[in-house]
């Protein structure tokens, strides 16, 4: 009878040590956000629209022409956010222009942009390591590369740039920051144990910006993404061959 009361005593102590436990175990298909069926999203303290198209993933533009928001795409916790197109209206078939409509005076039209326009990134390793996860356009949660360190080594921008977004409110990324280098060009730190730089900071490339650690993970070191037009791309495509 003894023996059986020390059982479930200890199985009891057991269960009140698992429920104090806060670690959780890192699980790369965490960083892939599951589609929302509903087609919206309710902000939360701390979203940025930058943060809910990465999270989303696509083109921070079009998430911010769906909902109507200007720069500097201001929102508010218990704002609905579209994550999809609206439905197009159907409208009444008008007739083709005349040729005098046609031949619009050139500086009415849309200029292209030229590419001597288009600023061109120079990008840098944000720190140095073994690299113990690629990239991977198939499997889910591979959407950067994963650089192993010690806590506290330096994290460095990769680019110039400014901080878009900096906090903890994306779910398998813990203390996380995301860096816009031009219109097409972001970048993303993520498992730091502390941040140096605020959003709307601006940042040089090199420039330290936060310490390697462990937040949303297992084991001490950096998730380290490049995207464009909010498409994951290989990092190592554009970082210095070491």
Request: aromatic share 10%.
């Amino acid at each position: 009878m003894r023996n059986g009361v020390s059982i479930i005593i200890l199985l009891l102590v057991a269960q009140s040590f698992a429920g104090c436990t806060r670690f959780t175990p890192y699980d790369p298909s965490s960083h892939t956000v599951t589609p929302f069926s509903s087609g919206y999203y309710i902000v939360s303290k701390g979203d940025t629209l930058y943060s809910i198209a990465w999270q989303a993933g696509h083109d921070y533009r079009k998430g911010a022409a769906w909902n109507n928001l200007r720069w500097p795409y201001r929102i508010h916790p218990g704002q609905r956010i579209s994550l999809r197109a609206p439905a197009a209206k159907h409208t009444k078939t008008t007739r083709k222009p005349s040729s005098s409509t046609r031949n619009t005076p050139s500086k009415y039209k849309k200029k292209p942009v030229k590419k001597s326009q288009v600023r061109k990134v120079r990008w840098a390793w944000p720190t140095h390591g073994k690299i113990i996860g690629y990239f991977s356009e198939k499997e889910p949660g591979k959407k950067g590369v994963d650089i192993a360190g010690r806590v506290g080594q330096p994290i460095k921008a990769a680019a110039s740039g400014r901080v878009v977004y900096s906090g903890n409110g994306l779910r398998g990324y813990g203390n996380l920051i995301i860096i816009k280098h031009s219109e097409t060009y972001f970048s993303a730190y993520a498992h730091n144990r502390k941040i140096f730089v605020e959003e709307n900071q601006k940042v040089k490339l090199g420039q330290k910006i936060a310490d390697m650690g462990n937040t949303g993970a297992n084991k001490v070191m950096l998730h380290f993404e490049i995207r464009r037009n909010g498409r994951p791309i290989n990092p190592l495509r554009y970082l210095p061959k070491t």
